[in-house]
């Protein structure tokens, strides 16, 4: 995790990454075809589901998250190809398939990998004074910082969209709300109490964050984020995009 803010086009982002997933579909429906071609079969005639499964079957010995990727692909087209047909993506028998799999398929943790210190970039953070003294900049990093390690939540997709209505600050700790996080339903944090030493406390941290950006956020929407952007030059505030809160 990086201890600045980078300016990242997330329409760039969100563009590579489309192109990607096409590249794999593609790839991936490349291969179904040449299989259906190999059997006597159209690869774009409809079937429900018995044919698709036949060739997950035939390749059960790739890892779960292959296989579920392979009957991404093969939907994805389909659902273009048959628009108007049900989606082969949630028909029964391939979930039962893929659930079977996934059941069967055990993956033990890697005991020789090491976790990585984060002591390292809190050492870093402290480096940059008290946490009253902080340029209101650098307090937001460290509020950013400290919730991440605090709520385990994803800087980009969590706090990125966090809005400054879903934190809620008291005396046994704070609280905070994803509304729209990868996982689909809406989710809760709480962290509870303050730490003795305050200048690692999140609590206190993002208590000082807020004093400080509270006359800043008068003119903003109500859905506005909890990090903003040109904290620096403290024009032009405005909620901050996904992609910087994770560099």
Known sequence: MACRFTAINLTDLIKDNETATHKNYDQVWKQWALWCHSHGQSAVEYNPFLRVVEYLVLTEALAYATLNNIRSAIASVSRVIYSTKPPLASHPAILGFLKAKQRRFLKLPN??????????????????????????????????????VATMWRPRSDLGKLQFRDLSITTAGLTVIARHPKEGKPKTSKVGGRVANCETCPVATMEEFIKKTTHLRSTLAPDHTLFLANLESANSIKSIALATSAA
């Open 111 to 148: 005991i020789h990998e090491e976790a990585f210190d984060i002591q390292m970039i809190t050492n870093h953070v402290l480096s940059w004074g008290p946490t009253a003294a902080l340029p209101v900049a650098k307090l937001q990093l460290k509020a950013l910082y400290l919730l991440t």
